[in-house]
């Protein structure tokens, strides 16, 4: 604790795993022995750097960036940046971390890291964003490679700032090389990678209803954000017949009763991802309900997935949602219920899924974007996606495997904590005390 002062996040995040883990590795001493514990609990490397940028008005303005790098046992880092006020080095960490045991679930050969800047694109033009992506890649690029470091997007970050990070990567370096993945398919991204975070969150919860006999078919879904992960999330659940009554932002909820249709899906995705707009226009378009500066878990639903941001579901909203009947909770953004809500869903008889099984799905397709730049191919969508649902169903088998007591009741959180420990810290076991 000492060591990391403040980084409430980031204690928060270990804190989850290490209860899951103590117990399991109680009569392993090995792993004891080669201090594993520690050595995951400290990143490789963090580095910090300034990036100083000029806004239209000709002001120069400067923010931090970082890129931490945690993790490298079973492959090159791998993981998101994300552009918000909020980002800090206790925020990266605790993603960085979770990427990790994340990126260890998928099988694909990723290890963990997480990057970003302090930097707020709300408001800031075209241009800006341009200008503050080619300063921060001016420097990020001497630490990033296809074979040591590939970055993507989080929040925040999408398709535009990645174009932009790439072109100026590229550049730089005067390779072309798979070294940034969520690319435009154009120019070496995977087909699916948009959707994906989204699409996988749904197939997980897909194979935990298969569990009980059940689907998605007449669900009623609550979502929050309105970004990558919420806005796939939504499609995949209204094709696969649930009812999605909500999605929001920063500002607040829309809550549609009718349910979201395509019509309106459509609407929604190009309001957020070309316009850029505000959830209120959903609910000024569409004459539904629109709650100011409130999350949707007020909302009776039967699943609820938050896609937001972190512990954006405090224990008042858990309960609310046990309340008001809430069958399922897998989570979409990482670590988005705080630690005594995640306490009382594990405790209680709703089926809970943590981000790092349930929101694999992302990452997963950005390990498929890899394997496609090195082989220089292009798979097909049906591929990708089939390939995408396989990963999921390998996720859910290996959180059974590890998380299912006698009674046939599978803690999610349990088995992905000790899945992902266990393939990472294997592998830092053969390499030695290094
Ligand atoms: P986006 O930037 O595309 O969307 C984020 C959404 O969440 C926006 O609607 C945003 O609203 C809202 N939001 C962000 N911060 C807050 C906050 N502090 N309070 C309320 N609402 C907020 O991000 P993504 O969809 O990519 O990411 C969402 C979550 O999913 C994050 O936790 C991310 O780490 C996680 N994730 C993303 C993956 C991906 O592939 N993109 C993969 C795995 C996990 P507003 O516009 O008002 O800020």
Known sequence: KKHNAGEKEFHQAVREVYEDILPYIADKPRYEKAAILERLTEPDRIIRFRVTWMDDNKKIHVNRAWRVQFNNSIGPYKGGLRFHPSVNAGILKFLGFEQTF?????????????????????????????????????????????????????????????????????????????????????????????????????????????????????????????????????????????????????????????????????????????????????????????????????????IALPCATQNEVDLSSAKTLLKNGLMLLAEGANMPCSADATRLLRDSDVLYAPGKASNAGGVAVSGLEISQNELRMSWSAEEVNDRLQSIMKEIHKKCKEHGEDDDGNIDYMKGANIAGFKKVADAMLAFGPV
């Not at 100026?168 to 990678?193: A, E, M, P």
Request: hydrophobic content about 30%; glycine content about 12%.
């Open 102 to 302: 994340k990126n260890a679930l998928t099988s694909l050969p990723i290890g963990g890291a997480k990057g970003g800047s302090d930097f707020n694109p709300k408001g800031k033009s075209d241009s800006e964003i341009f200008r503050f992506c080619h300063s921060l890649m001016d420097e990020l690029q001497r630490y990033i490679g296809e074979d040591t470091d590939i970055p993507a997007g989080d929040i925040g970050v999408g398709k535009r700032e990645i174009s932009y990070l790439f072109g100026q990567y590229k550049k730089l370096t005067n390779r072309f090389t798979g070294t940034i993945t969520g690319k435009d398919i154009n120019f070496g991204g995977s087909l699916i990678r948009t959707e994906a975070t989204g699409y996988g969150l749904i197939y997980f919860v897909q194979n935990m209803l298969e569990e009980f006999d059940d689907d998605l078919e007449e669900k009623e879904v609550s979502i929050s954000g309105s970004g990558n992960v919420a806005l796939y999330a939504c499609q995949k659940a209204m094709d696969l017949g649930a009812k999605v009554v909500t999605l929001s932002d920063s500002d607040g909820t829309i809550y549609d009763k009718e349910g979201i249709d395509r019509e309106k899906f459509e609407f929604v995705k190009e309001l957020k991802e070309v316009k850029y707009g505000r959830i209120k226009e959903y609910a000024d378009e569409f004459s539904c309900e629109y709650l100011e500066g409130e999350t949707p878990w007020s909302i009776p639903c039967d």
